[in-house]
């Protein structure tokens, strides 16, 4: 019915970037708020950045500066450019689209999931 595709992860060095798209299949979302979370290895999964409906974000304060979000709503895909990455940021990193217009960083909140895509960076 609904599906979303995430791709753009892989490997990458400390101070390096990655772009990640997330497609989304099944129906348009371009009156909801969709978002980036990721989870690492032995922790929760963790809102990331999300986008709403007119192009306003919000960010995690360790990723401010670092990482860009932006939507195309006629592809129905949204983008996380991340530059400068840490090891911390290593994690899987899952897209998302929120039962609202308007960010919220609480995973409940959102009601479609992508299915994850890796990014490691090594120090």
């Known amino acids: 019915q609904v599906q979303l595709v995430e791709s753009g992860g892989g490997w990458v060095q400390a101070g390096g970037s990655l772009r990640l798209s997330c497609a989304a299949a099944?129906?348009?979302?371009?009156?909801?708020?969709m978002g980036w979370f990721r989870q690492a290895p032995g922790k929760e999964r963790e809102f990331v950045v999300g986008i709403s409906w007119n192009n306003e974000a919000t960010f995690l304060d360790s990723v401010k500066g670092r990482f860009t979000i932006s939507r195309n709503n006629a592809k129905n895909t949204v983008y996380l450019q991340m530059d400068n990455l840490k090891p911390e940021d290593t994690a899987v990193y899952y897209c998302?689209?929120?039962?609202?217009?308007?960010?919220?960083?609480?995973?409940?909140?959102?009601?479609?999931w992508g299915q994850g895509t890796q990014v490691t960076v090594s120090s």
């Open positions: 998302a689209v929120s039962s609202s217009a308007f960010i919220t960083p609480r995973a409940n909140d959102y009601r479609y």
């Open positions: 099944g129906r348009t979302f371009s009156s909801l708020a």
